[in-house]
């Protein structure tokens, strides 16, 4: 079984930064489309950036490009998302995803089957 778990979210003030982790395990890490995403409550789920593990640069989302940082350790099977200058409208639950054949839609939810529990940012002013 697939194991996503996500960490490093907690609460910071507007203009802050943050890093989260992701530590995969259980499938073939270097073969796999990984991605970010967060949701807010009563938003839908949304992409940030994603990236084929296997080789390739990230693609990321308008709403995060220039403030969100994607990087990869591949020797721990770890997956990072740098954040900088934050904002209120950041605020959500932030999930690792991972798939064989994301490609297709790199930051679209549907296109993934393996989800880590999340981890909470909150952004106050």
């Known amino acids: 079984e697939v194991q996503l778990v996500e960490s490093g979210g907690g609460s910071v003030q507007v203009g802050g930064s943050l890093r989260l982790s992701c530590a995969a395990s259980r499938f073939t890490y270097s073969r796999s489309y990984m991605a970010w995403f967060r949701q807010a409550p009563g938003k839908k789920r949304e992409g940030l950036v994603g990236?084929?593990?296997?080789?390739?640069?990230?693609t990321y989302a308008d709403s995060v490009k220039g403030r969100f940082f994607l990087s990869q350790d591949n020797a721990k099977n770890m997956l990072y998302l740098q954040m900088k200058n934050l904002g209120p409208e950041d605020s959500a639950m932030y999930y690792c995803?991972?798939?064989?054949?994301?490609?297709?839609?790199?930051?679209?939810?549907?296109?993934?089957?393996?989800w880590g529990q999340g981890t909470q940012v909150t952004v106050s002013s």
């Open positions: 995803a991972a798939s064989r054949d994301a490609g297709y839609n790199i930051l679209g939810h549907e296109a993934y089957e393996n």
């Open positions: 990236i084929y593990i296997g080789g390739g640069s990230p």
